[in-house]
């Protein structure tokens, strides 16, 4: 069990940086990412929320979920398969909003299925972070 | 990690002396390969044993990797994902060569003469062929579309399906093996997404991802004949997602009727083997990824996509029902019966172990430490035609 993490982990650095001050942690909520809804003023962007919506355990189980189940059609190394190459360089210009949507929801009429009821959209944000970020080899 | 590396070459040294100086012989027909899909690495095991005897590593991206044994069981040709071609001595525990054929591969096939390897690919697409003893290249199809369920033909032939084109490709090498003789099936069905071809060499089914059904090939029509078989399934139901595609491969004709994985719905379908005609579904627990008939036929097991993936059933092929409900390990991706039906064994990727089943009393009978593996290939696919 152990060893599944290292694996995954010798392959890539894990990063936990950032997201934390994005999102409100709204599991499965309304269709579209929605920003902390502040009550207050703009200074709330100051005082980030308390906790991570995804945590580091939780972070660990989606890279293996990328490394895995996603690999099984974009390769493990994500130069594609019958799925398209999705590396850091193949996704540059995109914006991780637009990812985590089509992680969601899927492509119609593709192979891509709607990964939405098994991950929150914050844990969808953080793949599409997640698959941007050039890993150390 | 460390752990796992030190027993990894506790396991390499003593199989490496035993082969290397001769003093002990010993047959390879009890002998099998493991994927160990993230660290581009095989396990040789030992089917009497219970046990691996070594590992060889530097395969490469073994993701859906799979793999083919030459007619004598000493050699395993390993397909990568990378566009790598492996050939393992499985005897002697070392990688004998290896080579690039292509961008992006999916699998591959040899000749029934064991004289040519068949790759499928994904990128730039088609089928490339190679000297089995070299691995130098002797053919190179381009077909414009990535193909999948590539299957050896007897006659030196081979066949494979075309993902974006939907056809399927019928190669003759009999005559020049640097020149084959090429007939192409059209309208096989949208985006096929596997495929098999049946042990008797007969029958190549081809398994749909953009539509409903399947289509099955005879090919001892001439020329071939081709048949839509199940159009209808699920045309009423909404499609369920699809976390993992289906395999055909592996499969066996159970009885009278195929058994096949249904798409986007959580179903294991029956057809008459004759008339292609459903005659029943079961429900399962999850979508169908192997629909594996055990040797004799009177069992199927059947493993399933993520977040069932710590499942596998078995379904009687008398009566359709499902007799057990097994929870083997996290993560079963594949399951090998032993030639003859007694064990089964299943890679559990995320517990990095392959567990041994009796394959009639459902009791573990042990388990192997691998990591992340994948496909289980025993030595005697090396007799059957269509692996």
Known sequence: MADTGLIAAACVVVM??????TFAPSYRSPPAPSPAVDTGASAAAATPAPAPPVSPARQAE??????????SCHGLTMKGGLGKPITPGDLAGFDPEGLAAIILDGVPGTAMPPWRPLISEPEALWIAEYLMKEKTE | MIRTTLTALALIAPAAALAQDGSTLRGTGDLGVVIERATGSVLVVDQSDRAALCRVEGLGDLSHASLTFS???????????DGGLSKVDILA??????IIQAGNSIGGAISDDGRLIAVSNYEPGGVNVFDADTLAPVAEIPMGSKT????????????VATWDDGEAWLLDHSADPANPQITRIPDVGANPYDALLTSDGRTYIVGLFGEKGLTTIDLWADPPAVRRILPDYGKNEPDLPVYKMPHLQGWTLAGATYALPAVGLHQVLWADAASGQEIGRTDVAGQPVF????PDGRELWVNFAPPDNGKVQVIDSMTHEVKQTLEPGRGVLHMEFTPRGREVWMSARDDD???????????KLGEIEAKAPSGIFFTARAHRTGL
């Open chain 1, 16 to 21: 936990s940086v950032g997201l934390a001050a």
């Open chain 1, 62 to 71: 989606l890279e293996h979920m990328v490394i895995q189940d996603c690999g």
């Open chain 2, 71 to 81: 007619p004598d069981e000493r050699y395993a040709y390993v397909f990568g994902r």
């Open chain 2, 93 to 98: 525990c070392t990688l004998e060569n290896r």
């Open chain 2, 148 to 159: 999948v369920g590539l299957a050896d033909v007897p006659g030196s032939r081979f066949i």
């Open chain 2, 291 to 294: 629909v594996t008939a055990r």
């Open chain 2, 353 to 363: 172990r392959v567990v041994i089943y009796d394959s009639r009393t459902y009791e």
